[in-house]
């Protein structure tokens, strides 16, 4: 069965740094979709991050771009998000999403994770950040 597991949330203060990692398997990693989504109580889901592990393109959401990095492991089969200079309207709770077996793009799979259109999704990572 697939399974996404997220890891590396925790509490920090403004202005400090995290790494979120999201371990997938049960499908075939390769020429997939790979997404973060983030919720805060009370709000919208917002899209984050995606990449397409074909080539490892990647995008990033206008509201984090310059502070928040998407990446990947293949031999792992991880992604990970980096996320830099933190400030507290980025607490929530943040998913990993994937859609399997697609020939697309960083921006088209960023596109499907905004739609709704990703397979599978985990329980999650909380982030919560102090003034």
């Known amino acids: 069965q697939v399974q996404l597991v997220e890891s590396g949330g925790g509490s920090v203060q403004a202005g400090g740094s995290l790494r979120l990692s999201c371990a997938a398997s049960g499908f075939t990693y390769s020429n997939s979709c790979m997404g973060w989504f983030r919720q805060a109580p009370g709000k919208e889901r917002e899209g984050v991050a995606a990449?397409?592990?074909?080539?490892?393109?990647?995008y990033v959401a206008d509201s984090v771009k310059g502070r928040f990095t998407i990446s990947q492991d293949i031999a792992k089969n991880t992604v990970y998000l980096q996320m830099n200079s933190l400030n507290p309207e980025d607490t929530a709770m943040y998913y990993c999403a994937a859609l399997p077996s697609v020939l697309g793009s960083g921006d088209w799979c960023y596109r499907r994770t905004v739609a709704g259109g990703m397979d599978y999704w985990g329980k999650g990572t909380l982030v919560t950040i102090s003034s």
């Open positions: 990449i397409w592990t074909g080539d490892g393109s990647a």
